[in-house]
Every structure is written in structure tokens, then in C-alpha cells.
């Protein structure tokens, strides 16, 4: 313990040193060197946190950071005198480690350091007179772009990861006030926060991540309880850090023009210093609906968390806020452009790999040490491509978790109680699909909480628990990414569905629907069932929106509804957007590619298997099933080698729910591609999801399963 007390000491004295380094250079009315000083200090708080260090040590660290903290929160530049007194204090840090390290006695704080120095002023706003006058409650967000850029957008990528642990570490210290662990994340999030905004000299940014700390800091000393009044007042916070984030992200993009941005913090300052001064009543806290959850017991250690107040929260196995990953420091950031770029170009080499391996010039050359060289060359570049890919690769983790506070703000609005359970967050996709399915995700989930689950009393009425449960699932099946919401709520009626469908005209009275096509209603636009329109939904906006981002997404959502039981959802996505693997079929002399994903099987029907029905059209019966017959050829206006289907092949693509059979001359064989677009010209072409180089440089076409899949039997629609 002794060597350990030792090695402290010696840190404490070398970031002292450093100090006093930053603090030679500094000077009066200038802020040069403030805020490394504060960094240093906030390494010297957080290396002897928990640690056995002398009193005197602390109480000298305490009484540095009051000086600092009062300059911030002030001018933000350094004064002489306060200057004078960090300086001693540099060189008295360093003297009285090593004393302390010798065994001996260190020299006593001088009695001067010890004033009381105020730093509950109000949060000073200058307005020069070329800026107008800000409303009260706002501080104007003054940021320089040419010369700060870069470090803007870097401190901009970096909040959004800060905001999000704070927020799900908020949520779980609802329900355990007393996690010291989280309590010091959220504590040493905010404190990132003020000393990047400090450096940035984003003084609002750093003012409210001050008061929060602040905050924060007193519950760490047990001098203030966590409550969901304090809970609500962080997460405005939170909420506010992240106006300013946006703010700062639409300046740098050009979004939005560049000058002063004006962000209400003062009326949020003065709520935080409520709490933290002790000072007269609190001001109230306008947050929706009171905590409607009931108590639970207590998670053990390694089970899974839940945030309660409206709502609650379950990991599974793998997830978990706070979950450390190992090797951190051997991570490397990386532009996404130049990430995308080097994508691209590894696609561009398999394509001409499988050209070189399949030119009728090198196929000629009877050579085994060639063939071994180009299976070698087939070898790497088919890792190289995996490699590739994976770089693309994301844990779905962080958009599950985004779920959470929407489940409890819009749980607490409607006074309902709601659990949220999160299965498979570390199931990977590509990177760009899980940036765009956030916002359909959102829609559903909330869906979910607003129409599925009913409230409590109504539940109980009907034998069910007073808590809700929505449940969000990733997992992979076949090769694709499934995503599913299920909630265990009010269900769809059939009957309810319909009815409306045919009072907004969408359907007749007397077409026959499958169920299928009856939960497929809800996707129309405009279609909504809700009684009444809320802030929260009810325009019938929205799941038109969500299929037609899936579709973009080259995924499909399904539904399953049993009334009175509850609701899912279920998503299909490729695992990534760039390549797929893909069945080539030909018809004619054109070649067209079936992504495997959604082919079923194929065969040659014989003609006993082959009829033809009244308003459905041709007809073929696989295992027992009548599906339709899509001629591939009619479709896109080729010749084909034969009109008769005993003499070609079927390929059977859908799901076991919905499916057709796609009549084609040949299966040429499969290939991984790699999926290109195909201009504006092809951009509304029906049918078509892509197109790709194949092996001996001819353009494949990527057919769109899905969209075949929707062509009403018995009717001739042409896809091109």
C-alpha cells in the first residue's frame, strides 16, 4: 500500500509540475493557458478519487479548482491575483509530495488560500452593440469557424456519444439513486463537456455544464438526494447540451447561417442553482405526467438495469449502458468519406478480379502455377472484402438505445407504465442502414407506446399486469438482419382496419383481402385509426414514411396483430448496402440478378403443376400452393429463348406468406456483387433495385424481389 501511496504522490507532483508549466507562460487578462490548467486539474480529480491520498493533498486540489471554476465562471481569463496564488500553489503541490513521499511532514496551506471565494454570481452576458439584445432565459452561442473548424466538429462527434451516456446514465440512476458508478460517469461526462466547450470558448455550452457538474458532484458527496424532480432537471440539461450540439453541426455544414445562436440556459441555470444553493422554493418542474411506476425490486450485480418513471428499461445479455470494450486505445478514427472511398474501391477490385479470372484470354493458358495464383488472388481478395465490409459493420446498440427516453417521456405523458426490453444490441449492420433506420424505428416504437399498450386501469380490467411491455429484438436470420417490435398491448382489429379502409376509399366493400393485405392498410398514406388526434400521432402520417425508408433501405416490414394480445413488427434489412450475393438468371440475352436472400428455390414445372384461374391469372402449384406465375420476359420487354414454361425455370422468391414464381430461361449461376446505381434515368423504374458488373464486364440488373412480390396476379403491369 505504501508503493501505491508513493506512485500517487509522484503522479500528483508531475501534473503539479505541469501546472506550473502551462502557468509560466500565462498572463493577466489573457486566457492562454487556462485551459490546459483546468484539464490538468480535472486529471489530478480524477486520479485521486477513491484513492488514499493525504488530506492536505485534497483539500489543496479543492482549493485549485474553486480558483479555476470562479475564472470561469466569471471572465474566463486569468487575473494577477489569481494567477499569483495557482502559481505558489504549483510550487507548493510539488514540495509537499515529496515531503509526504519521504515520510515526512508537508508544509501547511498558507491561511490565505482559504478565503471564501464567490462563485454563485450570475452567469455574466455581454452584448456588444453590434448584436442585439438576446431574450431573457438566453445566452447567445458565439462560436469562431474558420479558425476553430476542426476542433468544433470534433467536439460536436465527440458530445453525441457524451449526451447519450448521460441519458441512459440518468435513466438508470431513476431506478437506483444510489449507483455510485453511474453517478460518477454522468459526473465526468458534464465535466468533459465544460473543459471542450471551455477550450472552445463556447461560454454558455460551458456554464451549464458547470452548473450541472456541480449539481452532480453534491449527490457524489451524498449532500443531495436524487429524486425524479433532480432526474427531470439533468435530462433538460441534457436536452439543452444537445440544442447547442445541433446548433453548432448546422453552422459547420452550412445548414444554417453562420453568427450568434440564442439558446435558453439562464431560466435552466437558476432552476439547477435551485438545488445546488439551496436558495428559497425550487421552481417547478413541468415534465408531463408524475411517476407512474411502481416500485421493483432492486437489480443484482450483472443483471440487467431499467430505467422507471413512465417506463423501464431491460438490456439483454450483451447490452447494458456503461459496457466497456477492451483494446480502446488501439482504435483509430476515421473519416467516413474516406472509409466509404476505400469501400468502394475494394468493390471496384473484386470486380476486376472476377474479370481477369473469367477472360476467355486467361482461361485459354493452360498453366497450374497461373491457376494457383489467381485461386491465391481469388483468396485475398474475397478477405479483403470481408475485411472491408466489416469496417462498415456497427452494433445496433446505440439506436436501441436512443429508444429508451422516447419510451419514458412519451410513457410519462400518457400516464402509462411501460417496460422496454432490448434484446440482441450487439447484432452488426451496416452503418448507413443503422443511421436511417432511427427515425422509422422511433415511429413504430412510439406507436407502440401511444396505440398498443393501453393504460393501467384498462389493462387490469382485462386480467393483464399494469406494466406494459414493448419489446425491441435484433437478431440475423438467413443472412439478413431482422429487427422486430412487439408490444403486448390493445392489438389491431381486423374488422377495424378494414372498415376504415373502405370509408377512406381505399378498398371496396366486396374485394376479398388476406390478412396480410388487411394489416398492410396501415401503410397507405393518411391511413389512421386513432380516435383522436394528438400531439404525439393520430394525422395518419407516418407509416407510409417508415415502409417507403425501409424500401430505400432495400427492406421490408411485415406485420402480425392478434386482437386484444398485442402487435409486431418485424423488419428485413440486408446486412450491408454495397454487396450482395446474388442469383443470376438469364432471359434471352439479358442477365438479370435475384438477390439470394429472397429466393425460395427454383425447378422446371411440368405441365401438370401448371393452370390457369379466373382473376388471378397463370398459376403454378408449389407444394400444394398456388402461387402466380410472373413471366420475366413480358415484364421487361425481351425475346425470350422459349414462351413455354416446361421448357424453362422457375425461380419461386417471397416469403412463405407471399410469394411468386418468376418464369426465366436459365440459371447462369452465383455470384457476390457488387450493387451500383443506375442514374436518374432508371431512378422511378419499378422492379429494379440496382445493377451490377458482372465477371466478363457486362451490367447485370438487380431485380427488386419485394416489388414483384406486391404485382397483383391476373394483372399486366409492366415493372420498366
Not at 447490452?319 to 469501400?343: E, N, P, R
Not at 489467381?374 to 436512443?402: C, D
Not at 427515425?439 to 393504460?455: T, Y
Request: charged share 25%; aromatic share 4%; with cysteine.
Amino acid at each position: 500500500m505504501a508503493d501505491e501511496s508513493d506512485n500517487i504522490l509522484t503522479s500528483v507532483a508531475g501534473l503539479s509540475g505541469k501546472i506550473g508549466l502551462e502557468l509560466a507562460f500565462a498572463e493577466p487578462g489573457k486566457d492562454n493557458g487556462l485551459l490546459p490548467v483546468n484539464c490538468l486539474l480535472a486529471e489530478l480529480e480524477d486520479l485521486i478519487a477513491g484513492a488514499a491520498v493525504p488530506a492536505e493533498i485534497t483539500r489543496a486540489i479543492q482549493q485549485a479548482r474553486a480558483w479555476v471554476d470562479a475564472m470561469l465562471n466569471a471572465t474566463a481569463l486569468f487575473d494577477s491575483g489569481t494567477l499569483e496564488r495557482l502559481t505558489d500553489w504549483a510550487n507548493w503541490m510539488q514540495l509537499a509530495c515529496a515531503a509526504l513521499a519521504a515520510g515526512q511532514t508537508a508544509t501547511p496551506l498558507p491561511a490565505a488560500w482559504s478565503e471564501q471565494i464567490q462563485t454563485d454570481a450570475p452567469v455574466p452576458t455581454t452584448v456588444t452593440a453590434s448584436q442585439p439584445v438576446e431574450p431573457a432565459g438566453e445566452i447567445p452561442l458565439q462560436m469562431n469557424i474558420d479558425q476553430d473548424g476542426d476542433l468544433l466538429r470534433e467536439f460536436a462527434n465527440e458530445s453525441h456519444e457524451h449526451l447519450q451516456n448521460i441519458e441512459l446514465g440518468v435513466l438508470k440512476l431513476e431506478e437506483d439513486p444510489q449507483d455510485a458508478e453511474t453517478l460518477n460517469s454522468i459526473f465526468r461526462a458534464f465535466h468533459t463537456f465544460k473543459g471542450g466547450s471551455g477550450l472552445l470558448n463556447l461560454v454558455p455550452v460551458k456554464n451549464l455544464a458547470h452548473e450541472l457538474e456541480s449539481l452532480l458532484d453534491l449527490a457524489r458527496q451524498h449532500k443531495l438526494t436524487i429524486d425524479s424532480e433532480v432526474i427531470n432537471v439533468i435530462l433538460d440539461g441534457g436536452d439543452v447540451l444537445k440544442q447547442f450540439v445541433t446548433e453548432i453541426e448546422a453552422q459547420l455544414s452550412g445548414v444554417k447561417p453562420r453568427g450568434p445562436a440564442l439558446i435558453p440556459t439562464l431560466e435552466l441555470i437558476t432552476l439547477v442553482r435551485s438545488y445546488t444553493q439551496h436558495t428559497g422554493p425550487r421552481p417547478p418542474v413541468d415534465r408531463g405526467a408524475p411517476n407512474t411506476s411502481t416500485a421493483k425490486d432492486a437489480p443484482k450485480s450483472g443483471e440487467p438495469t431499467s430505467a422507471t418513471r413512465g417506463a423501464t428499461t431491460t438490456a439483454g445479455p450483451n447490452g447494458g449502458q456503461g459496457q466497456q470494450h477492451s483494446g480502446a486505445a488501439s482504435s483509430v478514427k476515421v473519416d467516413t468519406l474516406k472509409l466509404d472511398s476505400l469501400v468502394d474501391l475494394i468493390g471496384e477490385m473484386v470486380i476486376a478480379q472476377a474479370q481477369v479470372v473469367q477472360d476467355r484470354n486467361v482461361q485459354s493458358i493452360q498453366s497450374q502455377h497461373l491457376a494457383r495464383n489467381l485461386a491465391q488472388l481469388r483468396r485475398i481478395t474475397n478477405e479483403l472484402q470481408r475485411t472491408g465490409m466489416s469496417l462498415r459493420m456497427v452494433p445496433i446498440r446505440s439506436t436501441f438505445q436512443k429508444m429508451v427516453r422516447l419510451v419514458r417521456d412519451v410513457a410519462a405523458k400518457e400516464g402509462k407504465q411501460i417496460e422496454l426490453k432490448m434484446l440482441g444490441e450487439d447484432t452488426e449492420l451496416d452503418r448507413t442502414i443503422v443511421e436511417q433506420l432511427n427515425d422509422p424505428l422511433v415511429h413504430m416504437v412510439r406507436n407502440s407506446v401511444d396505440h398498443g399498450i393501453e393504460k393501467p386501469d384498462i389493462r387490469k380490467a382485462k386480467g393483464k399486469p399494469e406494466h406494459g411491455l414493448v419489446t425491441l429484438r435484433a437478431f440475423h436470420q438467413g443472412g439478413n438482419i431482422v429487427i422486430q417490435v412487439q408490444d403486448d398491448g390493445a392489438g389491431m382489429s381486423q374488422q377495424r382496419l378494414l372498415a376504415k379502409a373502405i370509408e377512406k376509399g381505399l378498398v371496396t366493400k366486396d374485394q376479398q383481402l388476406s390478412e396480410k393485405e388487411i394489416f398492410d392498410l396501415i401503410f397507405a398514406a393518411g391511413f389512421s385509426t386513432a380516435e383522436k388526434i394528438t400531439e404525439l400521432s393520430g394525422r395518419g402520417v407516418g407509416m407510409d414514411v417508415v415502409r417507403r425508408n425501409i424500401e430505400a433501405l432495400r427492406g421490408k416490414v411485415e406485420i402480425q396483430s392478434v386482437e386484444g394480445r398485442g402487435s409486431t413488427f418485424t423488419i428485413y434489412l440486408p446486412l450491408t448496402l454495397a454487396i450482395i450475393d446474388g442469383l443470376i438468371v438469364g432471359v434471352g440475352e439479358q442477365r438479370y440478378i435475384l438477390p439470394t436472400l429472397g429466393v425460395r428455390e427454383s425447378f422446371r414445372p411440368k405441365a401438370a403443376m401448371l393452370s390457369t384461374i379466373q382473376e388471378r391469372g397463370e398459376v403454378v402449384n408449389v407444394r400444394g400452393h398456388l402461387s402466380p406465375l410472373l413471366r420475366l420476359y413480358d415484364h421487361f420487354h425481351v425475346e425470350p429463348r422459349t414462351t413455354d414454361p416446361t421448357e424453362g425455370v422457375v425461380v419461386v422468391v417471397g416469403t412463405e406468406r407471399e410469394n411468386r414464381c418468376l418464369l426465366v430461361d436459365q440459371l447462369l449461376g452465383k455470384q457476390e456483387v457488387v450493387i451500383k446505381g443506375m442514374g436518374e434515368t432508371f431512378q422511378q423504374a419499378r422492379g429494379l433495385a440496382g445493377a451490377a458488373i458482372l465477371g466478363d464486364g457486362s451490367v447485370g440488373l438487380i431485380l427488386d424481389v419485394d416489388a414483384f412480390v406486391r404485382l397483383k396476379p391476373g394483372v399486366a403491369q409492366k415493372v420498366m
